[in-house]
Nanobody, 124 residues
Framework: QVQLVESGGGLVQAGGSLRLSCAHS????????MGWFRQAPGKEREFVGG????????NYVDSVKGRFTISKDNAKNTVYLQMNVLKPEDTAVYYC?????????????????WGKGTLVTVSS
């Protein structure tokens, strides 16, 4: 059973940075595309960005392009989300996600495994 455990969330001022980590265990890391979603209070969960098993980044939601970067360390079975120039509207619970390899766009229904989430709060 694949388990995903996020860490690195917290409170940061606008303009600051955070790096989220997601540790993958219980399965073969290279068998999954990895992604990040977020859910702000009162809003639906939205896709943030994803990275293929090969390390090629799929895409980012427009609102984070140029500010967020996804990367992975295969030796550590870990995927990262580096978040820079954070804005109050980035405040959300961030979820790590794993899906089986596919060329299809990311969507919630395609996620095979979820982490429990880590809260990011950006103060103005």
């Amino acid at each position: 059973q694949v388990q995903l455990v996020e860490s690195g969330g917290g409170l940061v001022q606008a303009g600051g940075s955070l790096r989220l980590s997601c540790a993958h265990s219980g399965g073969t890391f290279s068998s999954y595309d990895m992604g990040w979603f977020r859910q702000a209070p009162g809003k639906e969960r939205e896709f943030v960005g994803g990275i293929r098993w090969s390390g090629v980044v799929i895409n980012y939601v427009d609102s984070v392009k140029g500010r967020f970067t996804i990367s992975k360390d295969n030796a550590k079975n870990t995927v990262y989300l580096q978040m820079n120039v954070l804005k109050p509207e980035d405040t959300a619970v961030y979820y790590c996600a794993a899906r089986r390899l596919t060329a299809a766009p990311w969507d919630i229904d395609g996620v095979a495994y979820w982490g429990k989430g880590t809260l990011v709060t950006v103060s103005s």
